[in-house]
């Protein structure tokens, strides 16, 4: 096999691995909505059409998703100081917690089906997601700061040779908490 199809391996099984998880959380919410609560979160507001070329999406459906997520209160629309004839689309404060909370219900749907992995394999998914996640500007979190089935260790860290913790092995992940909903540069 070659490094090629060992990537495109890897991302179909991530994406089939992602849609079985996502349907295990039996949300109503389109996938649609939490990939938009996404990108404006990791991006800062957007104009519309900016937005729909970020999720992918022709522009009448992101007018329409837009439109039914401002409704919700998930989202909302925005002027731009340094030029008032521009809006732009951002996600509120209950958008992002929604999005925090289905984080949660996917995180718990996900855990069963990787469940079984050893360490080994574990350490190769850190290694992989890391690698991946600097490539798509995703900043990194602490080293060791894995989140399996049966444990929730945020201060885990990496040490080096001196058994102080290594801040320069980080790992890509997103910040968690509510108050740092957005990629750590």
């Known amino acids: 096999m070659t490094r090629h199809d060992d990537l495109q391996t890897l991302l179909l099984a991530v994406h089939a691995l992602t849609r079985v998880a996502a349907l295990d959380t039996q949300t109503d919410a389109p996938a649609a909505q939490w990939r938009t609560l996404t990108l404006l979160r990791d991006h800062g507001p957007q104009r519309l059409g900016d937005l729909a070329t970020l999720s992918r ?93 049966n444990s929730h260790t945020p201060d885990d860290h990496t040490r080096d040779d001196d058994g102080d913790a290594d801040p320069t092995e980080d790992r890509g992940a997103l910040t968690e908490s509510a108050e740092e909903q957005e990629v750590v540069r």
């Open 57 to 149: 999406v022709t522009q009448p459906g992101m007018t329409r998703l837009v439109h039914q997520m401002d409704a919700a209160g998930l989202l909302e629309r925005r002027r731009l100081p340094d030029d008032s004839r521009v809006s732009v689309i951002a996600a509120t404060a209950k958008g992002l917690d929604a999005l925090a909370g289905w984080y949660e219900q996917f995180r718990a749907a996900l855990a069963p089906h990787v469940a079984d992995l050893s360490e080994k394999e574990w350490d190769a998914v850190s290694v992989a997601a890391s690698a991946l996640s600097l490539r798509v500007g995703m900043a990194p979190t602490p080293a060791g700061r894995r989140e399996t089935p």
